[in-house]
């Protein structure tokens, strides 16, 4: 049962430099998103979706870009990377936004390192 | 705005003692609260949550939590602790999305309360 899975878990890039950042959860969950921790901030939200083809913003989501062309799989691109986005990205997912009987489920997170 | 404040960032307490994490949330409405747990190198897992009815709530690992109104807090209490449960603790509110509303797709974290628990 591998629930939310992120790859890679380690990453260093130079400024400037692309990447994605992969999730895929195997619950057949509706909801996915992205957020990141930063130390002394908690988790802040960058991207989200509500389904397949769905996608919209969160808190935080200059830098960033999402698609959700699958159900299971929710991919996040840095496009050119900056020092600031130096952080650890968690990716969760839920059945639905209705979180009474469906909790978000967080994958173990990605720690990306921009120099 | 929402916003949600854990006063303490790191706890230390002995083994076997009782805890008490704070947290008090900022939400015009009626809050969803949630309490996730986060271990070294791990994600999130979500300990317990509030919706709505008796305001005493049981978790998973012994854990409860109780929301006050009127204090607008929602603080983690367990009677025991355990070695193993030193890790990082988060409140979060759920604040509704803007354009699908849903009671928890963006969640507004506190941020965190680091416990090391004494031999």
């Known amino acids: 049962n591998a629930g939310v899975t992120q790859t890679p878990k380690f990453q260093v890039l130079k400024t400037g430099q692309s990447m994605t950042l992969q999730c895929a959860q195997d619950?057949?969950?509706?909801?996915m998103s992205w957020y990141r921790q930063d130390p002394g901030m908690g988790l802040r939200l960058i991207h989200y979706s509500v389904g397949a083809g769905i996608t919209d913003q969160g808190e935080v989501p200059n830098g960033y870009n999402v698609s959700r062309s699958t159900t299971e799989d929710f991919p996040l691109r840095l496009l050119s990377a900056a020092p600031s986005q130096t952080s650890v990205y968690f990716c969760?997912?839920?059945?639905?936004?209705?979180?009474?009987?469906?909790?978000?489920?967080f994958g173990n997170g990605t720690r990306l390192t921009v120099t | 705005a929402q916003s949600v404040t854990q006063p303490d960032i790191h706890i230390t307490v002995s083994e076997g003692a009782s805890l008490e994490l704070r947290c008090n949330y900022s939400?015009?409405?009626?809050?969803?609260l949630f309490w996730y747990v986060q271990s070294p190198g791990q994600g999130l897992q979500l300990l317990l949550k509030y919706f709505s009815g008796d305001t005493l709530v049981q978790g998973i690992k012994g854990f409860e939590a109780e929301f006050k109104r009127s204090q607008s807090s929602f603080n983690l209490r367990k009677p025991s602790v355990h070695w193993s449960d030193a890790a990082e603790y988060f409140c979060a509110v759920a604040a509704a999305l803007l354009n699908y509303g849903g009671s928890q797709g963006n969640l507004i974290f506190g941020k965190g309360t680091k416990l090391s628990v004494k031999p």
């Open positions: 619950m057949n969950h509706e909801y």
């Open positions: 939400y015009g409405a009626t809050p969803y």
């Open positions: 969760a997912s839920a059945q639905t936004l209705s979180s009474y009987n469906s909790p978000l489920h």
